[in-house]
């Protein structure tokens, strides 16, 4: 999926929507935007929504092509098992989003654009041995 935007120059700040492919918003986690030059991330709200950037002047993305990568991850209470001491973490979007290579999503940034919204498909449950 390619959404182009459209605006003016300089370091611009992007906000939309994280939701199942059911429609439901990803609750936390966070949506990075890559080049191969520059990143930035925003931290995915409750209701979905994030913001990459903020009304810092430097702060944001320069305008090019990035791949989006989302981790929609929550701790949860308890323990890791394979891990003493380390929080438990549920993974709550499939694998392929949270890798730059697999992710479906690449952007042109060339102005600020709210209405970005990413589809994603929900983690399986892994069964217990």
């Given at each position: 999926m390619l959404l182009i935007l459209s605006g003016c120059s300089g370091n611009v700040h992007q906000s939309g929507k994280v939701v199942f492919d059911d429609g439901s918003?990803?609750?936390c986690g966070d949506v990075c935007f890559l080049s191969e030059t520059y990143q930035a991330s925003g931290t995915i709200q409750p209701d979905g929504t994030f913001v990459i950037g903020s009304t810092q002047t430097k702060n944001g993305l320069k305008p090019g092509t990035y791949k989006v990568?989302?981790?929609g991850a929550q701790i949860v209470v308890g323990e890791d098992p394979r891990e003493?001491?380390?929080?438990?973490?549920?993974?709550l979007v499939d694998d392929k989003y949270t890798d730059p290579e697999q992710t479906p999503f690449t952007v042109e940034v060339k102005g600020r654009n709210?209405?970005?919204e990413f589809k994603v498909e929900k983690r399986q449950k892994s069964s217990p041995n």
């Open positions: 918003p990803v609750p990568v989302i981790a003493k001491g380390a929080p438990l973490i549920e993974y709210s209405n970005l």
